[in-house]
Protein backbone atom coordinates (compact mmCIF):
# COMPACT_ATOMS: atom_id res chain seq x y z
CA UNK A 1 0.00 0.00 0.00
CA UNK A 2 1.82 3.58 -1.54
CA UNK A 3 1.08 6.22 0.08
CA UNK A 4 1.96 10.07 1.14
CA UNK A 5 2.74 12.01 3.72
CA UNK A 6 -0.05 15.32 3.66
CA UNK A 7 2.45 17.83 4.39
CA UNK A 8 2.84 18.65 1.14
CA UNK A 9 0.43 16.91 -0.48
CA UNK A 10 -3.37 17.10 -0.79
CA UNK A 11 -5.82 14.63 -0.13
CA UNK A 12 -8.11 15.48 -2.49
CA UNK A 13 -5.69 14.51 -5.14
CA UNK A 14 -4.66 10.86 -3.35
CA UNK A 15 -7.18 9.42 -6.49
CA UNK A 16 -5.09 11.36 -9.09
CA UNK A 17 -2.10 9.80 -8.68
CA UNK A 18 -2.99 6.56 -7.30
CA UNK A 19 -2.41 6.81 -4.22
CA UNK A 20 -3.58 4.86 -1.13
CA UNK A 21 -2.92 5.75 1.93
CA UNK A 22 -2.08 9.14 3.79
CA UNK A 23 -0.32 9.93 7.05
CA UNK A 24 -0.68 13.03 8.96
CA UNK A 25 2.16 14.81 10.52
CA UNK A 26 2.52 18.85 12.36
CA UNK A 27 4.83 20.81 9.53
CA UNK A 28 7.38 23.10 10.44
CA UNK A 29 6.02 26.58 8.95
CA UNK A 30 3.36 28.54 10.60
CA UNK A 31 2.21 28.23 14.39
CA UNK A 32 1.51 24.98 16.33
CA UNK A 33 -2.10 25.86 16.24
CA UNK A 34 -2.14 26.31 12.32
CA UNK A 35 -0.65 23.33 12.29
CA UNK A 36 -2.71 21.26 14.72
CA UNK A 37 -6.46 22.60 13.05
CA UNK A 38 -4.59 21.34 9.36
CA UNK A 39 -4.30 17.94 10.84
CA UNK A 40 -7.12 17.54 12.58
CA UNK A 41 -9.16 18.78 9.17
CA UNK A 42 -7.30 15.96 7.42
CA UNK A 43 -8.04 13.00 9.63
CA UNK A 44 -11.29 13.98 9.28
CA UNK A 45 -11.31 14.19 5.78
CA UNK A 46 -9.78 11.08 5.76
CA UNK A 47 -11.80 9.58 7.75
CA UNK A 48 -14.54 10.65 5.84
CA UNK A 49 -13.30 9.37 2.20
CA UNK A 50 -12.19 6.10 4.09
CA UNK A 51 -8.80 6.46 3.36
CA UNK A 52 -6.45 4.52 5.56
CA UNK A 53 -4.81 6.44 7.73
CA UNK A 54 -1.37 7.00 10.11
CA UNK A 55 -0.73 9.65 12.18
CA UNK A 56 3.03 11.24 13.08
CA UNK A 57 2.95 11.96 16.56
CA UNK A 58 2.50 14.10 18.33
CA UNK A 59 -0.72 16.26 17.49
CA UNK A 60 -1.42 17.26 21.03
CA UNK A 61 1.16 18.22 23.59
CA UNK A 62 0.95 18.91 27.14
CA UNK A 63 0.68 22.52 28.57
CA UNK A 64 4.00 22.43 30.04
CA UNK A 65 5.52 20.83 27.50
CA UNK A 66 9.11 23.43 25.96
CA UNK A 67 10.08 20.94 23.97
CA UNK A 68 10.87 20.21 20.21
CA UNK A 69 7.02 19.01 19.23
CA UNK A 70 9.25 16.56 17.14
CA UNK A 71 11.80 15.86 19.69
CA UNK A 72 12.57 12.24 20.85
CA UNK A 73 13.72 12.42 24.30
CA UNK A 74 11.81 8.91 25.96
CA UNK A 75 14.99 7.45 26.82
CA UNK A 76 16.35 10.49 28.42
CA UNK A 77 16.82 10.32 32.25
CA UNK A 78 13.94 12.50 33.07
CA UNK A 79 11.04 11.25 30.11
CA UNK A 80 7.83 11.80 31.96
CA UNK A 81 6.44 14.53 30.36
CA UNK A 82 6.96 12.11 27.12
CA UNK A 83 4.70 9.31 28.17
CA UNK A 84 2.11 12.06 29.66
CA UNK A 85 2.50 13.09 25.77
CA UNK A 86 1.75 9.94 23.88
CA UNK A 87 -1.51 9.54 26.58
CA UNK A 88 -2.88 12.84 25.87
CA UNK A 89 -2.68 12.11 22.43
CA UNK A 90 -3.79 8.64 22.22
CA UNK A 91 -7.16 9.73 23.99
CA UNK A 92 -7.60 12.91 21.83
CA UNK A 93 -7.10 10.56 18.61
CA UNK A 94 -9.05 7.51 20.40
CA UNK A 95 -12.37 8.38 18.38
CA UNK A 96 -10.79 7.98 14.97
CA UNK A 97 -10.14 5.41 12.67
CA UNK A 98 -6.62 5.04 12.29
CA UNK A 99 -4.56 2.23 11.45
CA UNK A 100 -1.04 3.00 12.91
CA UNK A 101 0.57 5.75 14.79
CA UNK A 102 4.40 6.67 14.06
CA UNK A 103 6.49 8.31 16.59
CA UNK A 104 10.07 9.62 17.07
CA UNK A 105 11.96 7.64 19.62
CA UNK A 106 15.60 7.46 20.22
CA UNK A 107 16.36 11.00 20.89
CA UNK A 108 19.97 12.28 20.15
CA UNK A 109 22.15 11.17 22.76
CA UNK A 110 26.03 11.43 22.65
CA UNK A 111 26.84 9.95 25.50
CA UNK A 112 27.75 6.48 26.15
CA UNK A 113 26.34 4.35 28.92
CA UNK A 114 27.11 1.33 30.92
CA UNK A 115 25.15 -1.14 28.27
CA UNK A 116 23.26 -3.19 31.48
CA UNK A 117 21.71 0.18 32.75
CA UNK A 118 20.91 1.56 29.51
CA UNK A 119 19.17 -2.01 28.55
CA UNK A 120 17.41 -1.96 32.17
CA UNK A 121 15.80 1.59 31.53
CA UNK A 122 15.10 0.70 27.92
CA UNK A 123 13.05 -2.45 28.47
CA UNK A 124 10.91 -0.28 31.55
CA UNK A 125 10.31 2.77 28.84
CA UNK A 126 9.13 -0.38 26.11
CA UNK A 127 6.59 -1.70 28.08
CA UNK A 128 5.11 1.42 29.42
CA UNK A 129 4.95 2.69 25.55
CA UNK A 130 3.59 -0.70 25.20
CA UNK A 131 0.67 -0.64 28.00
CA UNK A 132 -0.54 2.39 26.75
CA UNK A 133 -0.96 0.86 23.55
CA UNK A 134 -2.31 -1.88 24.79
CA UNK A 135 -4.67 0.62 26.61
CA UNK A 136 -6.05 2.52 23.95
CA UNK A 137 -6.14 -0.30 20.95
CA UNK A 138 -3.44 0.68 18.56
CA UNK A 139 -0.50 -0.17 17.09
CA UNK A 140 2.49 2.08 17.84
CA UNK A 141 5.13 1.97 15.63
CA UNK A 142 8.70 3.59 16.91
CA UNK A 143 10.92 4.96 14.23
CA UNK A 144 14.48 3.89 13.40
CA UNK A 145 17.42 6.62 14.06
CA UNK A 146 20.65 6.25 14.27
CA UNK A 147 21.36 9.13 16.55
CA UNK A 148 21.41 7.40 19.93
CA UNK A 149 24.55 5.87 20.70
CA UNK A 150 23.00 3.31 23.10
CA UNK A 151 20.76 2.11 20.38
CA UNK A 152 21.42 2.29 16.82
CA UNK A 153 22.19 -1.71 16.10
CA UNK A 154 19.12 -2.35 14.08
CA UNK A 155 19.41 -5.68 15.22
CA UNK A 156 19.05 -4.31 18.95
CA UNK A 157 15.79 -2.80 17.44
CA UNK A 158 14.77 -5.47 16.37
CA UNK A 159 15.49 -7.90 19.16
CA UNK A 160 14.15 -5.64 22.01
CA UNK A 161 11.06 -3.78 20.52
CA UNK A 162 9.32 -6.77 18.55
CA UNK A 163 8.89 -8.36 22.26
CA UNK A 164 5.86 -6.09 22.75
CA UNK A 165 3.03 -7.20 21.29
CA UNK A 166 1.89 -3.13 20.37
CA UNK A 167 5.15 -1.88 19.17
CA UNK A 168 6.82 -2.31 15.79
CA UNK A 169 9.66 -0.96 13.55
CA UNK A 170 8.98 1.75 11.36
CA UNK A 171 12.03 2.01 8.47
CA UNK A 172 12.82 5.14 7.23
CA UNK A 173 14.93 5.09 4.36
CA UNK A 174 16.50 8.76 5.03
CA UNK A 175 17.42 8.06 8.51
CA UNK A 176 18.98 4.67 7.88
CA UNK A 177 21.30 6.10 5.15
CA UNK A 178 22.35 8.15 7.49
CA UNK A 179 23.08 6.22 10.21
CA UNK A 180 24.61 3.59 7.92
CA UNK A 181 26.95 6.68 7.43
CA UNK A 182 27.57 7.35 10.95
CA UNK A 183 27.75 3.79 12.19
CA UNK A 184 29.64 2.33 8.72
CA UNK A 185 27.10 -0.14 7.95
CA UNK A 186 26.07 -1.35 4.68
CA UNK A 187 22.73 0.60 4.07
CA UNK A 188 21.01 -2.33 1.64
CA UNK A 189 21.61 -5.16 3.56
CA UNK A 190 20.34 -3.48 6.55
CA UNK A 191 17.77 -2.25 4.99
CA UNK A 192 16.72 -5.65 3.54
CA UNK A 193 17.23 -7.46 7.43
CA UNK A 194 14.71 -4.35 8.99
CA UNK A 195 12.33 -5.39 6.02
CA UNK A 196 11.69 -8.52 7.20
CA UNK A 197 10.44 -7.30 10.30
CA UNK A 198 9.28 -3.70 9.65
CA UNK A 199 5.76 -3.28 9.63
CA UNK A 200 5.84 0.47 7.71
CA UNK A 201 8.10 2.59 5.40
CA UNK A 202 8.82 6.50 5.16
CA UNK A 203 10.48 6.94 2.13
CA UNK A 204 12.58 9.90 0.90
CA UNK A 205 16.44 10.02 -0.38
CA UNK A 206 19.24 12.75 -0.41
CA UNK A 207 22.24 13.60 -2.29
CA UNK A 208 26.09 14.64 -1.52
CA UNK A 209 28.14 14.22 1.03
CA UNK A 210 27.55 14.58 5.03
CA UNK A 211 25.15 13.67 7.52
CA UNK A 212 22.53 16.13 8.69
CA UNK A 213 24.14 18.97 9.45
CA UNK A 214 26.92 18.65 7.60
CA UNK A 215 24.89 17.80 4.59
CA UNK A 216 24.63 20.69 2.06
CA UNK A 217 21.37 18.79 0.53
CA UNK A 218 19.85 18.17 3.59
CA UNK A 219 20.32 21.12 4.89
CA UNK A 220 18.59 22.97 1.66
CA UNK A 221 16.15 20.67 0.40
CA UNK A 222 15.24 18.52 3.76
CA UNK A 223 13.48 15.04 2.43
CA UNK A 224 14.13 14.99 -1.34
CA UNK A 225 11.27 12.90 -3.19
CA UNK A 226 12.49 9.29 -4.93
CA UNK A 227 12.72 9.03 -8.26
CA UNK A 228 13.54 5.82 -10.09
CA UNK A 229 16.43 7.14 -11.84
CA UNK A 230 18.20 8.63 -8.53
CA UNK A 231 21.88 6.14 -8.77
CA UNK A 232 24.37 6.39 -6.12
CA UNK A 233 27.17 7.00 -9.06
CA UNK A 234 25.06 10.21 -9.60
CA UNK A 235 25.91 11.49 -6.12
CA UNK A 236 22.64 9.90 -4.78
CA UNK A 237 21.95 8.42 -1.69
CA UNK A 238 21.22 4.92 -2.90
CA UNK A 239 19.64 3.35 -6.23
CA UNK A 240 15.92 4.30 -5.50
CA UNK A 241 14.89 1.42 -7.81
CA UNK A 242 16.69 -1.43 -5.74
CA UNK A 243 15.35 0.42 -3.03
CA UNK A 244 11.47 -0.20 -4.40
CA UNK A 245 12.57 -3.56 -5.15
CA UNK A 246 12.97 -4.65 -1.45
CA UNK A 247 10.39 -2.51 0.33
CA UNK A 248 7.41 -3.11 -2.11
CA UNK A 249 8.04 -7.21 -1.51
CA UNK A 250 6.76 -6.82 2.14
CA UNK A 251 3.38 -5.73 1.06
CA UNK A 252 3.49 -3.14 4.02
CA UNK A 253 2.85 0.60 3.80
CA UNK A 254 5.03 2.95 2.40
CA UNK A 255 4.63 6.70 2.52
CA UNK A 256 6.31 9.14 0.67
CA UNK A 257 7.61 11.65 2.99
CA UNK A 258 9.20 14.19 0.86
CA UNK A 259 8.67 18.08 0.33
CA UNK A 260 9.18 19.69 -3.24
CA UNK A 261 12.20 21.85 -2.48
CA UNK A 262 14.52 20.24 -4.75
CA UNK A 263 14.17 21.54 -8.19
CA UNK A 264 10.81 22.04 -7.34
CA UNK A 265 7.18 21.20 -7.42
CA UNK A 266 7.57 19.32 -11.37
CA UNK A 267 10.19 16.82 -9.74
CA UNK A 268 8.26 16.07 -6.69
CA UNK A 269 5.11 15.46 -8.69
CA UNK A 270 7.30 13.54 -11.32
CA UNK A 271 9.09 11.50 -8.83
CA UNK A 272 5.48 10.54 -6.78
CA UNK A 273 4.82 9.34 -10.27
CA UNK A 274 7.04 7.27 -11.03
CA UNK A 275 7.26 5.53 -7.88
CA UNK A 276 3.52 4.87 -8.23
CA UNK A 277 4.03 3.66 -11.71
CA UNK A 278 6.73 1.38 -10.23
CA UNK A 279 4.59 0.05 -7.62
CA UNK A 280 1.50 -0.48 -10.33
CA UNK A 281 4.06 -2.88 -12.07
CA UNK A 282 5.86 -4.85 -9.57
Known sequence: MLGTNTVHFNIE????YKLECVEVCLGREGTFKMHQKKVYDE???ANRLKIPLSVHLPIELPERFTRDYLDAFFLEQDGEIAFEMIELNLSALSKYDIEYYVLHFPGVIHVIEAEELFVDRLRVVLA???????????????????????FYKPQM??????KFSNLGILVDTGHLYFASKIWGFDFMNILKNLSEVADA???????GEGVYASSEYYQKFKHIVPHVEQRVEDGWAFDTLKVLEIISNTEKPVIIEAAPLYLGEKYYRDGIKSVVNFFANC
Open 201 to 207: FHLWTTK
Open 43 to 45: IQR
Open 157 to 162: WIDEIL
Open 128 to 150: KINALARRYKVKLLLEYFGSNVN
Open 13 to 16: ALSQ
